[in-house]
C-alpha cells in the first residue's frame, strides 16, 4: 500500500485523533486555530481543547483579499495568485503556532483547514446550482507543514445538494445536544447563523441557518467613517440614534422573505443597501439594530413558538454588549456566552472544522441527515 495511504488508514482506525482546525471568517480579521484531541465520532465524540490561537493577517494582506472578496468584478490573476499565497501563509502561520505550544508537527494527525470564502451563491432563481468558492489550497498547507490536511468542506454539501453553509450543526449537534434543554447555538462572526437543538435530541428537529448580517455591515461601516476596524465595546452604536426608516427598509429585504433554512454573505449584506444619507454614527447605531432585529426574526420564525430555551452565543459579536443586550431584549429565551458550555467563543468554529475532519477520517458509516440539510461535508484530502 502507498505508505501515505497506510498512514491514512492508521489515522482512521485509531481510537484517538489529534486535529489542528483553521478557520478564516468573513470578518477577515485573522486566522483561528485550535488543536483538538477526539475520541470517537459521531453522538460518541468526545473532545479536549489542547491549545487555540488567533493569529492576525498582515495588513496588506487583508487588503489583497478584500480586492477579489465578495466582488463581481476581480483582477484574476490576484484570485489565482492568493489561492496560492493564502495556503502558504496558513502553512506559516501553523509552524508558528506549533512552535510557540511546543508542539511537533508529528504530533497532529491532520489538519481542518476551512480556507478563505471568496464568493458564496446559492442560487435563489431555481435555474443555478448553488456555488460557494474558499480559496487557500491545501496542497500547499500539506506539502510545508508535512502534516495531512483536510479542506474544502464547502463542496460536497453543494454537490448533495445543501448550499454549503452552515456547516456548524454536525458539531453543535455532536458536542452540545441535551436532552431536557432547547438549546439554540448562535454564532455572530461577520454573518450570523445558528442551530437549534431540540430538548427531545432528535435529528429530524434539528434547524439550522444564517440569519442575516453578523457584524459584516457595522465593521464595515466602522472602516469606512471611523477608520477602525470594529466598533470596539458598541460604544459607537451607542453614541448614535438608530433610523427607523432605514431599518424598516433593511428589514424588508428579499432575503428575509425567502425560506428557511438560507445562507449568504457579504456578496449581499454591504454597505449598498443603505441609500438614504445618515450620519456615521446613527449608521453604526441601526446597523447594529438591525443585526440584533434579523437574527431574532429568523429564530422566532423559525424557531417552534411557545418553547423555552438558551441561546448561547459564539463569535465576535459575542463580544458587543450592545448586540447581546438587544438579543436578551427581544427573544423569548436566555442568552449567555458558549464559554457555559466550556466552549471558549474564539475557539469555535476552528473546533468545529477540526470535528468535521474527525467525521471524514472516522470510521463513521456518515450516512445520517440533520434536519433539513444533507449530511455530506467531506472534505478534499492532501496527503
Ligand atoms: N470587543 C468587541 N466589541 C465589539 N465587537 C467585537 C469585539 N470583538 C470582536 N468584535 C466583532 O467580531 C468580529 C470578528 O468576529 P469573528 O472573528 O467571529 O468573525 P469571523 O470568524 O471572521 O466570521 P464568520 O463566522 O462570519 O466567518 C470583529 O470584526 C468585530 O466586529
Ligand atoms: C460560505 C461561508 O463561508 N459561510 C460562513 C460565514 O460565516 C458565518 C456564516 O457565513 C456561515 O454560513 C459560514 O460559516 C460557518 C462556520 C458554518 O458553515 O457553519
Not at 453543535?172 to 450570523?192: A, C, M, Q, T, V
Request: one cysteine or more; charged letters at 20%; hydrophobic letters at 40%.
Amino acid at each position: 500500500m502507498n505508505p501515505r495511504i497506510e498512514q491514512l488508514y492508521q489515522i482512521s482506525k485509531a481510537p484517538t485523533r489529534t486535529i489542528l482546525g483553521l478557520m478564516s471568517g468573513t470578518s477577515l480579521d485573522g486566522l483561528d486555530l485550535a488543536l483538538v484531541r477526539f475520541t470517537g465520532f459521531g453522538l460518541d465524540t468526545s473532545y479536549e481543547i489542547l491549545h487555540y490561537d488567533t493569529r492576525p493577517y498582515p495588513a496588506d494582506f487583508k487588503e489583497s483579499i478584500r480586492s477579489v472578496f465578495a466582488k463581481e468584478n476581480i483582477h484574476f490573476p490576484t484570485l489565482s495568485t492568493l489561492n496560492a499565497q493564502i495556503g502558504r501563509l496558513h502553512a506559516s502561520l501553523i509552524l508558528e503556532v506549533l512552535a510557540s505550544w511546543g508542539v511537533d508537527a508529528s504530533e497532529v494527525d491532520a489538519i481542518a483547514s476551512h480556507g478563505q470564502t471568496v464568493m458564496h451563491r446559492p442560487d435563489r432563481t431555481g435555474k443555478l446550482p448553488h456555488s460557494t468558492l474558499q480559496i487557500g489550497d491545501g496542497d500547499h498547507i500539506a506539502q510545508l507543514t508535512g502534516i495531512i490536511t483536510l479542506s474544502d468542506f464547502r463542496q460536497k454539501h453543494v454537490a448533495a445538494g445543501g448550499e454549503g453553509a452552515p456547516l456548524a450543526m454536525f458539531g453543535d449537534y455532536f458536542l452540545f445536544s441535551e436532552k431536557g434543554e432547547n438549546r439554540i447555538l448562535l454564532n455572530i462572526g461577520g454573518i450570523g447563523n445558528f442551530t437549534y437543538l431540540p430538548a427531545s435530541g432528535d435529528p429530524a428537529g434539528i434547524l439550522v441557518t444564517d440569519t442575516g448580517p453578523g457584524n459584516t455591515l457595522i465593521d464595515a461601516a466602522v472602516r469606512r467613517y471611523f477608520n477602525k476596524a470594529y466598533d470596539d465595546g458598541g460604544a459607537i452604536a451607542l453614541s448614535g440614534k438608530i433610523d427607523a426608516g432605514i431599518l424598516a427598509e433593511l428589514m424588508s429585504l428579499s432575503f428575509f422573505k425567502d425560506s428557511f433554512p438560507k445562507s449568504t454573505g457579504p456578496e449581499y449584506f454591504n454597505l449598498d443597501l443603505v441609500h438614504a444619507s445618515i450620519s456615521p454614527a446613527d449608521l453604526v447605531a441601526t446597523l447594529t439594530e438591525f443585526t440584533a432585529q434579523s437574527i431574532a426574526l429568523a429564530m422566532k420564525t423559525y424557531i417552534p413558538s411557545g418553547i423555552d430555551g438558551t441561546v448561547y452565543v459564539s463569535g465576535g459579536g459575542s463580544k458587543n454588549p450592545v448586540i447581546m443586550a438587544r438579543l436578551a431584549n427581544l427573544l423569548p429565551f436566555r442568552v449567555c456566552e458558549s464559554d457555559e458550555l466550556g466552549m471558549p467563543s474564539p475557539a469555535k468554529e476552528a473546533v468545529l472544522f477540526a470535528l468535521l475532519a474527525n467525521e471524514t477520517l472516522a470510521d463513521s458509516p456518515g450516512a445520517e441527515r440533520l434536519g433539513d440539510s444533507p449530511w455530506e461535508n467531506f472534505g478534499k484530502i492532501s496527503l
